[in-house]
């Protein structure tokens, strides 16, 4: 079935850029997905790919999708201490179900 | 624009009873999905609802069953607690893929959290 990996842990200092990589399976994929958690909250779409596209850039966010790896990644650059959080990866699929990842836990250092 | 509320935010029971989750969608979403959220996990798929009609389902077993209202409204009933049933559940609203501006987005609450005892 479909599957989503991301690596569960990343500290950064603040100012620096933070890098969050994801995997995923499903090759029918029609949208790509970066949510947020913050504590005790559900969570919020940060930013989404389309699955023809190679990069997206949305003000500190950048977006990568290598379609043929299977490959997502978020890069946040001028990490602040606000953008401690879990992200998740998620993929849509080709049905009616968004698949997520098990977040990537940013802790970001002052 | 009124957002995605659930209720109730948190809730305590023990084992073998029955608990009945409710969830509003945002205005305009005929859409809404359940997930399940266990400790330190992602959000893992129970079930979607589409105009009242389950429209797919995760790998859950029976007793989690739920409904859809005429006013796009959702609740998610889960029978015969089991200790393993502890976790956030998350409602999430969205439009219907067949919608011009289909995104995918999905809209969440912020979750009923509950511990089975």
């Known amino acids: 079935g479909e599957d989503v990996e991301q690596s569960l842990f990343l500290s950064v200092r603040e100012g620096d850029s933070s890098v969050i990589n994801c995997t995923y399976t499903?090759?029918?994929?029609?949208?790509l997905y970066w949510y947020k958690q913050e504590p005790g909250a559900g969570l919020q779409l940060l930013t989404y790919?389309?699955?023809?596209?190679d990069m997206k850039q949305d003000q500190r966010l950048t977006v990568l999708l290598n379609k043929k790896d299977k490959h997502l990644s978020l890069r946040i650059a001028d990490t602040q201490t606000g953008d401690s959080a879990i992200y998740f990866c998620?993929?849509?699929?080709?049905?009616?179900?968004?698949?997520f990842g098990a977040g990537t836990r940013l802790f970001v250092k002052a | 624009e009124t957002g995605v509320t659930q209720s109730p935010t948190h809730l305590i029971k023990t084992r073998g009873q029955q608990v009945t989750l409710r969830c509003s969608s945002q205005?305009?979403?005929?859409?809404v999905s359940w997930y399940q959220q266990a400790l330190g996990q992602g959000p893992q798929f129970i079930f979607q609802?589409?105009?009242?009609?389950?429209?797919g389902r995760g790998n859950f077993p029976p007793r989690f069953s739920g409904l859809q209202f005429p006013n796009y409204s959702s609740e998610l009933n889960v029978n015969a607690l089991e200790l393993d049933d502890s976790a956030l559940y998350l409602c999430?609203?969205?439009?219907?893929?067949?919608?011009?501006?289909?995104?995918?987005?999905?809209?969440f609450g912020e979750g009923s959290r509950l511990t089975v005892l």
């Open positions: 999430a609203s969205s439009r219907n893929a067949g919608t011009q501006d289909h995104t995918g987005e999905l809209f």
């Open positions: 499903d090759s029918s994929s029609t949208y």
């Open positions: 790919i389309f699955s023809n596209m």
């Open positions: 998620a993929d849509e699929g080709g049905g009616f179900k968004t698949i």
């Open positions: 205005s305009g979403h005929n859409t």
């Open positions: 609802y589409y105009r009242e009609e389950e429209n």
